[in-house]
């Protein structure tokens, strides 16, 4: 063995120590840099065409301009310029106060909200050997719940062997919703899930 050779022998490297230095390096953390970002609905200063169609606060046609000369109308009127058909060419803007026709905006979406039904989802089960006292007390519930305005999920179970008869499950579904005289739609039709077979019914 040559002596470059015995200088890595490890038979002498217990005989040396060495010291291995690290040196720990802090990065920086990264940062985004700050990006402020335009309104949903361009207006004023953020309107970027070269030349635009406006209309007049009472809805006049006030002719194809710059933004910049139309803002300067707009805000004689203490008003704002805001662009109503971003899409259009050129595209169309409107003299108007924006804060008044945000405020309008969002109560036209809370009483849509609030006309929208909202309903209580109910959960009725039946059995492929469910008799028919049971299959009464079940049908009697589930127009309850939808008298009283809720989502009814209405699922039949299959356990074991009962598995094998499938088609039999989903046509005892189907003469179970037949049964039910309180009127209703189905919201979900008829499907499969590992346990059996459900169904989702609303008021109608």
Do not use: W
């Not at 062997?161 to 039910?180: M, P, T």
Request: aromatic content about 8%; hydrophobic content about 35%; overall charge positive.
């Amino acid at each position: 063995m040559n002596n470059f050779g015995r200088e890595f022998d490890s038979r002498h490297l217990h005989n040396n120590e060495v010291i291995i230095k690290i040196k720990k390096i802090r990065r920086t953390p990264f940062r985004r840099p700050f990006v402020r970002k335009e309104p949903l609905t361009r207006i004023n200063e953020y309107i970027r065409a070269r030349e635009i169609r406006v209309v007049g606060e009472n809805g006049e046609q006030l002719g194809v301009m710059t933004p910049e000369a139309a803002l300067q109308i707009a805000r004689e009127s203490a008003l704002d310029l805001v662009e109503v058909a971003p899409k259009a060419v050129p595209p169309v803007c409107r003299i108007m106060d924006f804060g008044k026709f945000q405020y309008q905006k969002s109560r036209q979406e809370r009483l849509s909200k609030a006309k929208q039904k909202k309903f209580d989802i109910k959960g009725i089960r039946l059995g492929v050997r469910t008799d028919e006292h049971d299959l009464d007390f079940k049908r009697n519930q589930t127009e309850k719940f939808l008298k009283k305005g809720n989502k009814v999920k209405v699922e039949i179970l299959l356990r074991g062997r009962e598995k094998i008869h499938q088609d039999l499950a989903r046509e005892n579904l189907i003469n179970f919703l037949k049964s039910i005289i309180t009127d209703y739609k189905v919201e979900q039709d008829i499907k499969r899930f590992p346990g059996g077979f459900n169904v989702i019914i609303i008021p109608s």
